[in-house]
């Protein structure tokens, strides 16, 4: 926006004050929107999206006052600079127009050139406030990349105060790890941070559209909690984003079939309950948050994927018994896992029933 094409609307009972503004205004280029009452007021606001709005106090229905306190009300329009027009020249006057959240007065009889400045004076400052405002919805924008879904809804429900700290929570953990990324890392750096990059792309689809939240990433792998009231729902879905990205990575193996080799993926899935919610970790340097999920629960989901070959999707006796309606499962038998003292009974997910 710049003050030549700023769209100013007028608001004045009396339709030669109207015609008064506009010729002082439509030669210096701006666009101007009229109303003559209150109501008419609010309704050109919001069809219109005034830069600015010139409002006379005393009209009927509704008041320039009453009109600017709604205008200041509301989100939408708190930021659209009100300048009143008055013939009232008291000092209780102006405290009210402050109160009710005017940006500036004018006195009438209206002087052209106070007039101008003044409205120069607010456009100026409505378009360093808007600059700053689309900086920090950019910045805001950058930064939720960053926070998984269920902190964001936590967030949206409860800007305020929002209750982020751990509690036990049923959910389930998936891990997907790329298998050889040691040795493609270690021959080709770049080239294995291009494959990860592309592959992990693809996989947040599949994670997010089944309302999965990765809580951590290493070089080769993704940490994701599926939480859900419904015990049996978050561990289906954390199946089905399995399922998908398997398939996405037989799609990107064709896709860059001839540029790099095929790489797989190996899948494990736990469901139970894990202590959910933000880590603080501080240091000399200050501290940092994380958001995950903890437990054995969580332990026992890494493990499992640790066990299973590239291309399958292994999953805990829970996860199995709560997805048995849906998915096809294979029992492969009790495995010790690293640093579990029983051993685990583990199942492969071999597809889905229809399948079958």
Avoid at 47 to 72: H, Q, S, T, Y
Avoid at 328 to 336: A, D, H, I, M, N
């Amino acid at each position: 926006m710049n003050d030549v094409k700023a769209k100013i609307l007028v608001v004045d009972d009396e339709e030669k004050n109207v015609k008064l503004m506009e010729a002082m205004l439509l030669p210096r280029g701006y666009e101007i929107v009229k109303a003559y009452n209150g109501e008419e007021a609010l309704e050109k606001v919001e069809a219109e999206a005034p830069d600015l709005i010139l409002l006379d106090v005393m009209m009927p229905v509704m008041n320039g006052f009453d009109v600017c306190r709604r205008l200041k009300d509301h989100s939408e329009t708190q930021l659209i600079p009100v300048v009143i027009m008055t013939a009232l020249g008291e000092v209780s006057d102006r405290i009210k127009g402050i109160e009710a959240g005017a940006d500036d007065f004018l006195t009438k009889p209206i002087n052209r050139d106070e007039l101008l400045a003044r409205i120069q004076t607010s456009l100026r400052l409505k378009r360093t406030i808007d600059l700053k405002f689309e900086k920090l919805m950019g910045a805001q924008e950058y930064l939720s990349r960053f926070v998984p879904q269920s902190v964001k809804q936590e967030l949206e429900k409860n800007p305020e105060a929002p209750q982020l700290e751990k509690t036990d929570q049923d959910m389930s953990a998936l891990f997907v790890d790329i298998s050889g990324y040691t040795k493609l890392s270690e021959n080709m750096r770049q080239t294995a941070d291009f494959v990860v990059e592309k592959y992990f792309s693809r996989f947040l689809d599949c994670i997010h559209s089944h309302e999965g939240d990765v809580t951590e990433t290493s070089g080769d792998g993704l940490m994701v909690v599926f939480p859900d009231v419904d015990a049996t729902k978050h561990a289906l879905e954390a199946t089905r984003s399995a399922l998908e990205i398997l398939e996405k990575t037989q799609e990107l193996n064709e896709q860059l079939r001839g540029i790099f080799e095929p790489i797989s993926v190996h899948i494990g899935i736990n469901s139970g309950v894990a202590l959910i919610g933000p880590t603080k970790l501080e240091g000399a340097s200050g501290a940092r948050w994380t958001y995950t999920a903890l437990g054995p629960v969580v332990n026992l989901a890494a493990r499992i994927a640790g066990v299973a070959e590239g291309g399958t999707i292994l999953v805990g006796p829970e996860t199995a018994r709560r997805i048995d309606g849906e998915f096809s499962v294979k029992e492969l038998g009790k495995r010790q896992l690293k640093n579990v003292r029983d051993e685990v009974l583990i199942y492969q997910v071999v597809g889905t029933r229809k399948d079958s």
